[in-house]
């Protein structure tokens, strides 16, 4: 496509610089000398996949190889995506505009369940076949993986294979297993790449809802284990990221100091997937925060971990980054604090080059719930963080909380609005004259059963049931001092039966695609009634998925993924929580 | 280059500046950043080739050097053309008495209408030129002819024309170059139309308002440009 049509087409749409080429650092390899050609495509708009760091490390990564080339694409907003379908222009990649159909391998990531239709979108904006099935020799493979491959069951019919872990070794694998002859080879390749689950290979028979089993083909191994990086610090990482010109949320150098967690909140599915916890050494990350400064300009460091304040040295990084960069006008972030003084005194670092928000999440109102849930925090703590941060000046905090959590009542959910006020009396006493600015955001979110955590076998509240619990809190956190935001009820509910899905649901998802479902994740392009008309003529209902509750034996349709958790250790926990231990 | 932002645009100097290492001076408050002061920002779409950009240094550097090391850190479609050290008597100042830009308008896919000099000289003999702005509620009413200093015909070819304008902008008011194509009925869903911002002015004296004549009275700061 000439350039000047191009441009008659970005003149047509909003920000037209998603879809154009020339960031600084993104990479334009010679595709002659490549044996394997890789599109990275993130199913959501550029401002939001600029800011997924696991793209940045596998385009890094794959780049870096002389044999290998990757490119990247997002989705197109509906504006473009209209021109594009009008003018039968497919989509292609953002360095080089090349069709991704001309590409050897599609890698999509699976970020969560309600971005899915927008792969479907994304495939048939590319003129591959939605469904594995009906792909040929001259298709590209399209191969998922990321935070949604735990359970790759509703999606499964979609892609080829679907990765499940940590991909930084195995890309270079899945990339050479692209520069085989012929879809055949290319997939027996594929399915001997430790980690890859290749859904052709298995048959799945079904019970109602969540409950069946997949069982495996012509030698395939019952069970795919997950894949992880043993050592992180050696891992590869970009410092050279690309510098996106257009920014949803404010861009800046991402460093990943640690994955995986301790904690062990019950809840939590990423916590448990990513386990063992590994972390990067702080010559290592100190000598990366030197690189990604010289090499991109951003002005802020944001340090990347689930629980960033249990890095061992996370103090000595703090400062260091501050006294290495706070004069030239470089912060640094900390996107997860815990609610206690250490993480006040840490953001008390971080404020002499910047302000920075303070966050934290008891998620429950009530000591009890929160021992159900494993959250370790305890009320003293949370008001010793108010308290330290009300003291050094910042005025404004935000919670997050979850409504529908296993065993909750009425009493749980008044307790959180009970707590947001006396937070509010306690902050206007210890900030004096200045307490009329005061600001407490309360954030609510709906409880999702997610596999591999305690709770899976747990049915998610009915919507309504949420709907209501959500008014309670309306109702109590009414004070212009209070900011309420809250998840919708009904997406909720469709995350809970995609996540516990089957390719009946993918079934679904297709349906509910072909009637324009996209952008799901975006509130005022979510349709709820698109879905219960997409589940209707599949002949299946979202409650016999999100709010099923399962036996401990039943047969799951997760159960050939095996994500370094077993079935039995998740069943102990969740008999304690049920009997109200933490521990 | 050209379809980014006038906010994404100094985003991407203010990295560019950081990456090249450029001792800038600081804004201060809750949220420092370089400090920076733009001419009139250029419409998403137009390119233009006299920019303007003020930098604040903390410390005194060679202007040749600044614009060798920031040009080796500008992506491609952004270069600094030219540069100087503000006199200390300007350096309090940003680009407010900015108020006159040139602009070359190209519009293609479309074929010249036999009467386009017609147009111009009537647009040009107009006593008002009135139009609404505001988009779908149109706000108010405003007479454009003060605001349009020059308008004539650069080139027509089988399938383009090329305009060139000379129109205040700034906070006094101003016509837009869009505004000019749509005036001279040169809009058309085939057409492409390219602006081209050739460059801005700061008016000392009062200009005389005769079409055809371009009077320049001052030319202004440090420069940077882009294709």
């Known amino acids: 496509m000439k350039d000047s049509e191009f441009d008659v087409l970005l003149s047509r749409v909003q920000k037209p610089a998603r879809y154009t080429d020339g960031e600084w650092n993104a990479l334009h390899k010679d595709r002659a000398l490549a044996r394997a050609r890789v599109a990275l495509v993130y199913p959501d708009v550029y401002e939001v996949g600029m800011s997924h760091l696991g793209l940045h490390i596998l385009y890094h990564i794959l780049n870096s190889h002389p044999d290998y080339l990757a490119e990247r694409a997002y989705a197109p907003w509906s504006d473009m995506e209209e021109q594009m379908r009008l003018h039968g222009i497919p989509l292609a990649s953002l360095e080089s505009r090349t069709p991704l159909r001309d590409f050897d391998l599609i890698g999509i990531t699976l970020p969560y369940e309600l971005t899915y239709t927008n792969i479907l979108n994304a495939l048939d904006l590319a003129n591959v076949p939605v469904r594995a099935i009906d792909r040929t020799d001259d298709d590209p493979l399209v191969i998922g993986g990321g935070p949604g491959a735990v359970n790759p069951e509703p999606i499964a019919q979609f892609f080829d294979g679907v990765f499940i872990g940590e991909a930084e070794d195995a890309i270079i694998e899945i990339a050479e297993a692209a520069t085989a002859r012929g879809r055949t080879q290319a997939l027996e390749a594929l399915a001997a790449i430790s980690g890859m689950y290749v859904p052709s290979l298995y048959k799945p028979t079904y019970g109602e809802g969540p409950r069946g089993t997949l069982t495996p083909l012509d030698g395939a191994p019952a069970r795919i284990e997950r894949r992880i990086v043993d050592n992180l610090d050696a891992a590869p990482f970009p410092t050279r990221q690309i510098v996106p010109f257009v920014e949803s949320v404010h861009s800046r150098i991402t460093l990943e100091i640690m994955r995986g967690c301790a904690r062990g909140c019950r809840f939590c599915q990423a916590g448990a997937v990513y386990r063992p916890r590994r972390q990067r050494k702080l010559e290592t990350l100190l000598r990366q925060a030197e690189q990604a400064v010289a090499a991109t300009g951003h002005d802020e460091i944001s340090l990347l971990a689930f629980t960033s304040v249990d890095h061992s040295e996370i103090e000595n990084l703090t400062s260091e980054l501050v006294d290495r960069f706070g004069c030239r006008g470089i912060g640094v972030a900390l996107p997860s604090l815990r609610a206690d003084a250490f993480s006040v005194s840490l953001a008390n670092t971080i404020q002499r080059v910047r302000k920075t928000g303070l966050t934290f999440a008891p998620e429950a109102g009530t000591e009890r719930l929160r021992r159900v849930i494993r959250k370790q925090l305890k009320e003293d703590d949370l008001f010793a963080a108010a308290d330290a941060a009300f003291a050094s000046g910042w005025t404004r905090i935000k919670l997050y909380f979850m409504i529908g959590l296993p065993t909750e009542t009425d009493e749980d959910v008044k307790a959180i609005g009970d707590l947001i006020h006396r937070l509010l009396r306690f902050g206007r006493g210890a900030l004096g004259s200045n307490k009329g600015r005061l600001q407490i955001a309360v954030s609510v979110a709906n409880f999702v059963p997610k596999p591999y955590t305690p709770f899976q076998w747990t049915a998610q509240d009915a919507r309504e049931e949420l709907k209501r619990k959500h008014r309670i809190l309306q109702d109590a956190l009414r004070s212009r001092a209070i900011k309420l935001s809250w998840s919708d009820p009904d997406a909720s509910a469709l995350e809970a039966a995609i996540c516990r899905g089957d390719r009946r649901i993918g079934r679904v998802i297709e349906t509910a695609w072909q009637y324009g479902a996209k952008f799901d994740s975006w509130s005022e392009q979510f349709s709820f009634d698109r879905w219960e008309k997409a589940f209707r003529e599949n002949e299946l209902a979202i409650d016999d998925y999100a709010n099923a509750n399962l036996e401990y034996d039943d047969p799951l349709v997760w159960d050939h993924i095996s994500c370094g958790v077993g079935r039995a250790a998740l069943r102990a926990e969740a008999e304690r929580a049920f009997d109200g231990e933490s521990d | ?227």
Request: charged share 30%.
């Open chain 2, 1 to 227: 280059m050209r379809w980014i932002s006038h906010l994404d645009l100094k985003r991407t100097l203010e990295r560019a500046i950081r990456r090249a290492e450029i001792p800038i001076q600081l804004t201060q408050g809750h949220n420092p950043h370089p400090k920076l002061s733009f001419g009139p920002p250029l419409p998403v779409g137009a390119t233009g080739d006299a920019e303007l950009m003020a930098m604040h240094l903390a410390e005194p550097v060679d202007p040749e050097e600044i614009k060798e090391r920031l040009n080796r850190q500008l992506p491609p479609g952004l270069e600094i053309v030219e540069i100087w050290s503000l006199p200390p008597h300007r350096r309090k100042e940003t680009f407010g008495d900015i108020d006159i830009a040139e602009y070359y308008i190209a519009i293609g896919g479309l074929a010249a209408p036999p009467d386009l000099d017609e147009r111009v000289r009537k647009l040009l003999s107009s006593e008002e030129v009135i139009v609404q702005r505001g988009g779908e509620r149109p706000e108010r009413t405003v007479d454009l002819r003060p605001f349009i200093l020059g308008v004539e015909v650069a080139k027509t070819e089988a399938k383009e024309v090329i305009l060139r304008a000379r129109l205040c902008t700034g906070s006094h008011g101003g016509a837009r170059p869009q505004e000019i194509v749509q005036l001279l009925g040169l809009t058309d869903d085939d057409a492409v139309v390219r602006y081209h911002r050739s460059g801005v002015y700061a008016e000392v004296e009062v200009a005389s308002k005769k079409p055809g004549m371009w009077r320049r009275w001052s030319r202004s700061r440090s420069g940077r440009g882009r294709s």
